[in-house]
T-cell receptor, first 114, second 110 residues
Framework: DVKVTQSSRYLVKRTGEKVFLECVQD?????MFWYRQDPGLGLRLIYF???????EKGDIPEGYSVSREKKERFSLILESASTNQTSMYLC?????????????FGPGTRLTVT | AQRVTQPEKLLSVFKGAPVELKCNYS??????LFWYVQYSRQRLQLLLR??SRESIKGFTADLNKGETSFHLKKPFAQEEDSAMYYC????????????FGKGTTLSVSS
């Protein structure tokens, strides 16, 4: 049973704080992804990684960075949190180079920046 | 540019009525198309993918390349179908991520 876990379900941070969101998967997936989910906007890709230490920008990378030091772990970093980063953050993982392969999602972290 | 359009934010139907959730895509190559579903307080999960051509929970979706559509259909809606549905596309090449539509909330009432 594939498991993608995220470090927190709910997080409240202050404007300007540095925020770390952690994601761990146990399926030996090469690909890992960070999305944010907002009502009316759907899921938007922030960053993804297809291998350790590799990263690619998604559609909305501004204000975020990522780290992938180990295959199973993908971290999203908000260098200086702002109120417009209040959102639901979803992590996902999948195998690389498998056509029509499923992406497995974590439960999400609801981040509120005050 | 790759794009997925779900024109309806909300679709409300009665139990037993047919359901069609619309999805149109823009991509010049051969796309991989998916429907993902998120039930209340559950994580986002795969519902079906166009290559498998199977019925999942009574839902089917057919890829129409001429109309660039991948509509999700079910002949008789159930209350447990109420959820957020996302259509997603991935370019048929290695190392690419899913592109999601904005989602449609399906509400089935009795």
């Amino acid at each position: 049973d594939v498991k993608v876990t995220q470090s927190s379900r709910y997080l409240v941070k202050r404007t300007g704080e540095k925020v770390f969101l952690e994601c761990v998967q146990d399926m030996d997936h090469e690909n890992m992804f960070w999305y944010r989910q907002d009502p009316g906007l759907g899921l938007r890709l922030i960053y993804f990684s297809y291998d350790v230490k590799m990263k690619e920008k998604g559609d909305i990378p501004e204000g975020y960075s990522v780290s992938r030091e180990k295959k199973e772990r993908f971290s999203l970093i908000l260098e200086s949190a702002s109120t417009n980063q209040t959102s639901m953050y979803l992590c996902a993982s999948s195998y690389r180079d498998r056509a029509f392969d499923e992406q497995y999602f974590g439960p999400g972290t609801r981040l509120t920046v005050t | 540019a790759q794009r997925v359009t779900q024109p309806e934010k909300l679709l409300s139907v009665f139990k037993g009525a047919p359901v069609e959730l619309k999805c149109n895509y823009s991509y010049s190559g051969s796309p991989e198309l998916f429907w993902y579903v998120q039930y209340s307080r559950q994580r986002l999960q795969l519902l079906l993918r166009h290559i498998s051509r199977e019925s999942i929970k009574g839902f089917t979706a057919d890829l129409n390349k001429g109309e660039t559509s991948f509509h999700l259909k079910k002949p008789f809606a159930q209350e447990e179908d109420s959820a957020m549905y996302y259509c997603a596309l991935r370019a048929n090449q290695a190392g690419t991520a899913l592109i999601f539509g904005k989602g449609t909330t399906l509400s089935v009432s009795s």
